[in-house]
T-cell receptor, first 112, second 111 residues
Framework: RKEVEQDPGPFNVPEGATVAFNCTYS??????FFWYRQDCRKEPKLLMS???SGNEDGRFTAQLNRASQYISLLIRDSKLSDSATYLC?????????????FGKGTKLSVKP | EAGVAQSPRYKIIEKRQSVAFWCNPI?????LYWYQQILGQGPKLLIQ????????DSQLPKDRFSAERLKGVDSTLKIQPAKLEDSAVYLC?????????FGSGTQLSVL
């Protein structure tokens, strides 16, 4: 089983749609969770951290389910500019100072 | 605030040649990472430094890849000799904690 798994997509949605991505992780000792966004031919950039209680940042909502070992990202009212690849990142806190593992990413394409 | 600087931006070499990449992290960031990102995949950690010491190099192909971080600031990643499967984007990232700040990467093509 891969350490961090994501549906590669692509997810093709119209503007204004709501779209959700899931990500599963295999290491139950994982302590830190993030969503990064990567535009085509660009470097990844942190979108948001994922907290145990769930958190929201504008149109983006992230949730963590430790029992089932998955995290999710919900995007409401999709914009054309949301088109990108969304990378799920899971980390351990400990001697490796984080040891962040990236998923392969889920590609989102928002159409007019 | 200046970001993570990397050079060169692109590099094309033939197999069996050598290549080196340079990274200057954000000032004050003690942790520096080198990632390899093959097209269609997520970044894969090659090596992690804390100041100038290696924290994790378990996925670095040490027969051909080497990296150093002198004086705990700049870092270089070298591949010698390169193979076709080394074609990828090499991303440098620095971090004050767990959140990563990436450079623009070096796109390597091995022909």
């Amino acid at each position: 089983r891969k350490e961090v798994e994501q549906d590669p997509g692509p997810f093709n949605v119209p503007e204004g749609a709501t779209v959700a991505f899931n990500c599963t992780y295999s290491n139950s000792a994982s302590q830190s969770f993030f969503w990064y966004r990567q535009d085509c031919r660009k470097e990844p950039k942190l979108l948001m951290s994922v907290y145990s209680s769930g958190n929201e940042d504008g149109r983006f909502t992230a949730q963590l389910n430790r029992a089932s070992q998955y995290i999710s990202l919900l995007i409401r009212d999709s914009k054309l500019s949301d088109s990108a690849t969304y990378l799920c990142v899971v980390g351990l806190i400990g001697g490796s100072q984080g040891n962040l593992i990236f998923g392969k990413g889920t590609k989102l394409s928002v159409k007019p | 605030e200046a970001g993570v600087a990397q050079s060169p931006r692109y590099k094309i070499i033939e197999k069996r040649q050598s290549v080196a990449f340079w990274c200057n992290p954000i000032s004050g960031h003690a942790t520096l990472y080198w990632y390899q990102q093959i097209l269609g995949q997520g970044p894969k950690l090659l090596i992690q430094f804390q100041n100038n010491g290696v924290v994790d190099d378990s996925q670095l192909p040490k027969d051909r890849f080497s990296a150093e971080r002198l004086k705990g600031v700049d870092s270089t990643l070298k591949i010698q000799p390169a193979k076709l499967e080394d074609s990828a984007v090499y991303l440098c990232a620095s971090s004050p904690g767990l959140k990563l700040f990436f450079g623009s990467g070096t796109q390597l093509s091995v022909l």
